[in-house]
């Protein structure tokens, strides 16, 4: 149980172009998704919490309009890189917290997307 | 920056060794996670412990929690080539209901 996926797990595009990533909760039902940003030999970076049916919260620093994050559903968060440049080639993670686990804070995290902007 | 700091950022040793990784935190936290992460892999979830513990095993895991010093270490004994990844350690930090995860430690075990 508590598999989250993501799709697709890895992807090229041009500079300029939009891509969307999308992050599943396959068995469990997710109120709360979190998009993470990892960089070459380096941590991760939360980028922002998804709440299902209302507006991401965005970390610090973070672009809110290049970056757009949709929680459509209980299993379901998108984050789309929008006229993505080579600066936002990365390995991008998406962690879910299951709404029957709330009491401990548990996060379950996605195999990952690694997005290369040519 | 909020990023939690590790240490060592890198340890190369002989397998059946033990490999201790230190995790620091800046604020109060809910609980602690320790992740491994396999080069250009997703997250491996190895081990949780609430703040209201002090020590955890799992297999060759050990991780202990000092909440006063606001620091975890994980240690492996027993060390195999198979465990040559980077260790990150996450901290639920209270009231903000998110991870924050530490620098990493990338560990090497030479067989």
């Known amino acids: 149980g508590a598999v989250v996926s993501q799709h697709p797990s890895w992807v090229i595009c041009k500079s300029g172009t939009s891509v969307k990533i999308e992050c599943r909760s396959l068995?469990?039902?997710?109120?709360?998704m979190f998009w993470y940003r990892q960089f070459p030999k380096q941590s991760l970076m939360l980028m922002a919490t998804s709440n299902e049916g209302s507006k991401a919260t965005y970390e610090q620093g973070v672009e809110k309009d290049k970056f757009l994050i949709n929680h459509a559903s209980l299993t379901l968060s998108t984050l789309t890189v929008t006229s993505a440049h080579p600066e936002d080639s990365s390995f991008y993670i998406c962690?879910?917290?299951?709404?029957?686990?709330?009491?401990?804070?548990?996060?379950?995290f996605g195999p990952g997307t690694r997005l290369t902007v040519l | 920056s909020q990023q939690g700091e590790e240490d060592p950022q890198a340890l190369s040793i002989q397998e059946g060794e033990n490999a201790t990784m230190n995790c620091s935190y800046k604020?109060?936290?809910?609980?602690l996670q320790w992740y491994r992460q396999n080069s250009g892999r997703g997250l491996v979830h190895l081990i949780l412990i609430r703040s209201n513990e002090r020590e955890k095993h799992s297999g060759r895991l050990r991780v202990t929690l000092d909440t006063s010093k606001k620091s975890s270490s994980l240690l492996i004994t027993a060390s195999r080539a198979a465990d040559t990844a980077s260790y990150f350690c996450?901290?639920?930090?209270?009231?903000?209901?998110?991870?924050?995860f530490g620098t990493g430690t990338r560990l090497k075990v030479l067989a």
């Open positions: 962690s879910a917290r299951d709404r029957g686990l709330a009491g401990t804070n548990e996060q379950f």
């Open positions: 604020t109060s936290i809910n609980n």
């Open positions: 996450a901290a639920f930090t209270s009231g903000t209901y998110k991870y924050i």
């Open positions: 068995d469990f039902q997710a109120t709360t």
